[in-house]
């Protein structure tokens, strides 16, 4: 009786290991050279990239700090204004007090408004001082942005360096020493 099952290696075949050769070898050796410097090359780019968006945001930072300078002077003439105004009518409430003893009704209305002036100078500014705060928090968050870019900038530029180290010290393969085949 013949034996109804084949050997193995007929029905499935073993793969043969792949020869290399020298001109194979010097085909790796340009394609991670190749792929060095494309890595290089796009590196580059990126921390160009980078370097273009830290001065945009370092020109927003500038208009940001002018916008502040801005409404820091508004602010102050406000303050100036008020405080002027607020000395008129001091100024009259304490002279209405020193002619009469007995306070009459323009005086009253004259202390009330006194009491008004100071309350609202106690009080922060309209939408102004609202600005102001919402521009300074902006300006802090940018230049947080800004110092977070420029590590990333130094970090990118080491890299590179790094990469273009290692693309110019990389070791040529020498193809006439390796005549023969190489099998694994």
Known sequence: MESQY???QDVYPVPRPPVFGASDLDNITSVHDRRRHEAL????ESIQNLKGELGNLKGESDN???ELDNLGAIVREQDQRRLKILGKYLGKS???AKRRQRPTQ???????????MVNQW???????ERRLEAVEKLADDRQQTIQRLERSVKDLEE?????AASVATAPA???AATTTPITF
């Open 106 to 116: 323009s005086m009253r209305n004259l202390l009330r408004a006194r009491e008004e």
């Open 6 to 8: 084949t050997d193995c």
């Open 64 to 66: 940001l700090t002018g």
């Open 122 to 128: 106690q009080q922060p500014s309209s939408g102004i």
């Open 159 to 163: 890299v590179a360096s790094k990469l």
């Open 94 to 96: 304490e002279e209405l």
């Open 173 to 175: 393969v020498n193809t």
């Open 41 to 44: 090359a796009q590196l580059e």
